[in-house]
């Protein structure tokens, strides 16, 4: 019986490549994850109690890339357990969904799901067979059995999968109770907040107002107009400081900026105050306030990520009965070099300034964000996100940016995940890519293996430290 | 003397991928061609007495491929005997027409075309040289020769091409004489038609008012305003099914969609009737009858396509003096997030459409097609199309597409062609493109052989099947 | 110790596409080079005391590949030496500035900056050392001591790098001194001039006044409207063809044509004179004068080339600090389907005329641009330019064009430098690549060993040639 993963997966198919790939992955495979950016719970580190629940609480439920297929397929999100907002009833036999999950595991193959998914059980759980209609139930138990003992503690997972530093991303009005629960259990683990005001930031977001009165309550700033908004934020940035946060994180349709004077921002706030404002008050708003908050991190030198070109939501159907984030949001075409130029012409010079690009539009790589990253000092380029983030979004991107802003005008790997046990399968993928890519320039003699080695580490550890100030 | 076709070609460069490749494409290779997407004349397997006529008429006067090529370098299309619609004379010596091809055909080199025809030459013909100047005139008479023989009619090479089924694209005022003379002949073969009404939908055709009259004719319904005009669809619909039709076909500029009121779509096609009705008019009309389409498909079953992204008639001078498809269609950007969503909204869930889509721009397979299919139960995508396809198109659609959508939210082969006698190899390209992607993903131990077996069938023959409900 | 350039850099990984495309580059690499449009100095050859200066002032300090990296890195302008507008002092000391660049030279590996440059240090300057900070003062001095020897002269530098033509880029009010002093010298090489009104044309160029009476002095013609505009842009152009030119140049932010009526262009011109045209006016008058440079070129002959797509002067920090052509253009999406109609339309089917387009935004490459030059006679595809001139941006335009388009609707290569001693470099990478990529369908069957010499001697060397008429 072979193995599920193969030593050399991924690599090649040249076989002088492969060799080289091996020794370059070798090097690198044990070196700490650093996870600037992501999307796991605190409380699991908070609480020396927490449990994952069942396989399909852990796997299954909180993970829109996997059910997002299963309903491409015609499968209810209602039979997959997915909860209904309205509380209707769903399905709550886990071994059944389970079952209807591995009887249709043949959706995922060759994608970055099945990908991930199949190092998890074979790595976390020891799970050596494929998943399918057959073997589901012994894999269910397997998991089931493993999810009852201690090494499968978040903390003793954190420690196991080698992670050095993990950044979580946090509501601007988070009391982060549970970055203080963990700083204050003695536990050594590195859990680190970012600091992401989306929802105070871009007035349409629903439910704004009741955000903007969080955010005067843990502040202890009447947000009564702009400037005392402006207030908040920063106070906001500094408490995220003082328990480590090293980064901001903003979510836009678009990356349009756009000045306002104090007058016209001032204006806009009032208007959204009284819940007046209108769409183009929002977009005006968001453009402007992205960048008052690269002038906020030239001051107090967070790094500032911005992700762009997802409309949310796109299914109405599915947002009305489960709400957000169930695999309906889809990327839109993007535009950077007229877009972000009034934010560059402010601090794109500022030496104080790390703002880290993502997009899913792929058509940017090369033609503006490689360029615009390749000239402007306060510019990063983060690595291929969401749909992208695969073996073959890897190859794009080391192919379409890598030869006009060069590799360290680029961050190394996010994994950007709330799937805390596949991290690590997430960061193998992209070592392996990373590996493979270097193999490939090192066979053509484009750069030699002393460079490669430096390369790789860059790759898989040092540019996500040094470009994340971690 | 080698044959011209390699046993092994396009597979590789990788020998261990190309052993792999081999394995898997032998496997299909001998599967019967389902083709439920073209643009062959029925009247071919209708008339017993159909003849290609001479080399020129079955190779090269209806193919836009190849005179495309040719204009572009320089040759005048009267010299190649397409007719000009003002009747003027162009060159009827089909041996000199052939001649000046012949002298040309290294312009195909590395194009799909020139793979296409060669195969055809060899596999249909029996040609065993290279076409150029010297060997023109031998070919030509080889091929003439073959076409005076009973296995060269239409019904003989439908059977020994192993072709399953053939959909046809008609319009929707056809009355379907020659499939219903085809049913009548007792010939075993499997041709069915495909209703497409862009003629009548589109308002902005060319004798659209015309058009109407036929519909009423074809009909027996007299569209005197908008109800009538559904009423009248639907009937065609249920006399193409009743001909054995599985899906319609629908062309628009753009993917744009967006319902009318009842009242609104009554107003723009009464003017319509008129002939008053503005450009304005004519786009929302079609964005209008996109949905209501698909409400007719939810209904009646029939699978939607839709091909968006061609700029019909790009050259003026051409047009006028050639008429429509003439290798002057030029593709446009095409943004489908925006455009389908009030489509969608109204029966992405629904479990009863199937909708495929086709596109030009092939920047929107990993940013917005491949995230809907891999949503929206209604959805599936097309292979690539037109310019898109050919053994790099292949590939792009394979990285780009698969690793978010999944094998299995795509439909497999669609040949779309005029050209009878190039299916079998046009369907080859697509099983030696896919036999190569999975060997890839094999040796790279992505899949294993086993799944690559099951994906190779399912690319090959079972996705187009299920798909078109065939 | 092994050399720094192998034999089969940048072939493969495929042992046997790497056995194929050394042979096939071996018969092509001693092909003299065809430069048909580059920005190199006119007066390098024109001036037989003509002096490249220290390696800096050769190697670095023109050249904004460079410094645009340096400066993403945080190294101020200022420190490499580049000149201030305002005359401010900048770092003069060239061992500290070599210093600085060598320090950083890593920034460069897997980019073609640093494959050009390493290239160009082991074959002019006879470097066999890795550039880096320990190296840089060995280096230093070895190139500074070759700059002192007389086969360091342009002119020797020329015949020895075996070029057969080089095109300069000129002004359309240039005098064309240099020009006129070469080629009353009696040397044999083969330098022309190249037409390019761009600042003339634009009417929104900054000094576009000034350069209006520049214009009329040279040609004599008083510029006091339109018809003398065009009068006196026919004369220039008749002068450049007297002294060797082969084609124009034509710089756009997008391709947008549109014809204007005489009475238009000319109370457009008119306002301009009188300083008051509007941005709208600038955007209009381009969009007509691209056809009525397209029609001059149908009457004398000259091959057109136009490049779209570059934001210029991204950065008005560095624009105001240091002008233009400092590493802060900017590539924009760009639409060439609707936006040429016009122009094809009055002469895309004019045997007369060759237009040559050349675009920043690959996503064109297989959407717009191929089937373009695969319809119109007179489009032909220029290679990939700027940041897409790289051994990948190579593989994209040979995957994305040629299946559509074919080689002969390409122009070979141009080098479109301004670092002289760059230019076999740049040159061997499209070399290399070409006999790479036909390697790749030999051994794939696509197409046969002769085929591929002859495709790789019109690469090389025949499709520079024809194209440009040289």
């Not at 453009?287 to 796109?314: C, F, K, P």
């Not at 690590?424 to 053509?444: E, F, I, K, M, T």
Request: some cysteine; charged content about 25%; hydrophobic content about 40%.
């Amino acid at each position: 019986m072979t193995p599920i993963l193969h030593d050399d997966r991924y690599f090649g198919p040249d076989v002088r490549q492969i060799e080289v790939a091996r020794e370059l992955y070798r090097a690198a495979k044990d070196l700490p994850l650093v996870c600037p950016h992501g999307h796991v719970d605190p409380r699991l580190f908070a609480d020396p109690d927490y449990s994952f629940g069942t396989p399909v609480d852990l796997l299954l439920i909180p993970d829109h890339y996997i059910f997002r297929m299963l309903y491409s397929q015609g499968v209810p999100l209602e039979d997959l357990g997915i909860p209904r907002a309205d509380g209707a009833p769903v399905e709550t036999d886990h071994r059944k969904i389970w079952q209807t999950f591995a009887e249709r595991f043949y959706l995922f193959r060759g994608t970055p799901t099945g990908m991930w998914l199949e190092q998890e059980l074979a790595e976390v759980f020891g799970v050596q067979q494929r998943l399918d209609g057959e073997s589901a139930q012994a894999i269910y138990d397997r998991i089931a059995a493993a999810l009852e003992t201690p090494q499968m503690h978040p903390r003793r997972l954190y420690e196991h999968f080698n992670i050095e530093v993990l950044c979580t991303t946090d509501a601007a009005t988070d009391t982060l109770a549970h970055h203080r629960a963990i700083r204050a259990s003695g536990w050594s683990g590195d859990i680190r907040p970012t600091f992401r005001p989306d929802a105070v930031v871009n007035l349409d977001t629903p439910g704004w107002r009741e955000e903007i009165d969080r955010l005067s309550e843990v502040s202890g700033i009447a947000i009564t107009g702009y400037p005392a908004f402006i207030d908040a934020l920063e106070q906001r940035r500094s408490f995220f400081k003082s328990l480590g946060a090293v980064a901001t994180d903003h979510a836009a349709l678009t990356p349009y900026t756009a000045p306002l004077s104090g007058r016209e921002a001032s204006a806009i706030f009032e208007r959204a105050l009284r819940g007046e404002a209108s769409p183009d008050d929002a977009r005006a708003f968001t453009g402007h306030m992205l960048i008052e908050l690269a002038r906020m991190s030239t001051e107090d030198g967070l790094v500032m990520q911005l992700h762009v070109g997802s409309w949310r939501n796109h299914n109405p159907l599915i947002y009305a009965r489960f709400g957000r984030d169930k695999g309906a949001d889809i990327p839109i075409a993007t535009e950077f070099t007229r877009n972000l130029r009034p934010l560059l012409d402010a601090y794109g010079n500022d030496p104080h300034l790390t703002l880290i690009l993502f997009t899913l539009d792929e058509t940017t790589y090369s033609r503006e964000l490689a360029p615009l990253a390749g000239h402007y000092p306060a510019l990063r380029l983060g690595p291929p996100w969401w749909f992208h983030d695969s073996w073959n979004g890897m190859q794009r991107f080391f192919d379409q940016v890598m030869e006009t802003a060069g590799i360290y005008n680029t961050v190394g790997f996010n994994d950007d995940t709330r799937a805390f046990p596949s991290i690590p399968a997430r960061h193998d993928v992209w070592r392996r890519a990373s590996a493979n890519w270097l193999a490939g320039l090192v066979v053509r003699h484009v750069i030699d293996l002393a460079d490669a080695h430096e390369m790789m580490g860059e790759l898989a550890y040092g540019l996500a430290k040094r470009s994340y100030r971690l």
